[in-house]
């Protein structure tokens, strides 16, 4: 038996999927993912989402905007990729101070290249 909250999920997008074909838009299945966020102890395993005609890919992590969405709504993902962004700038940071650059201009890169990575969607 299906869910309740599944059937009515279908029909959203359904009625999503029409109205983009009258307003002469264009949903690009191939790009499109789905991503289940369900803490029940029991889940049901659901049958997959067809958008006509062609299957949705069903992912548990997915990349929004930079950010790194997990079905678990944890953050170690996305802290994972900024933590290695970060480290490999810093390289280039040490590499510039090995060869005396201004302090001014090392803070100037350190804010514009690193600080800016940690800070992106720190209020998520």
């Not at 970060?86 to 350190?110: G, I, M, P």
């Amino acid at each position: 038996m299906t869910p309740q909250w599944s059937v009515a999920y279908r029909e959203e997008v359904l009625k999503l999927a029409t109205w983009c074909s009258e307003n002469n838009l264009a949903l690009n299945t191939k790009k499109t993912k789905e991503i289940i966020v369900d803490f029940r102890r029991h889940s049901t395993d659901l049958a997959p989402l067809y958008i006509n005609g062609e299957g949705v890919e069903r992912v548990h992590t997915f990349r929004f905007l930079g950010v790194f969405i997990s079905d678990n709504i944890s953050w170690t993902v996305n802290t994972t990729a900024i933590i290695k962004k970060a480290q490999q700038r810093l390289y280039f940071l040490r590499v510039l101070r090995k060869h005396n650059l201004d302090s001014s201009l090392l803070l100037t890169f350190y804010r514009a290249s690193i600080e800016s990575l940690l800070t992106y969607c720190i209020t998520v």
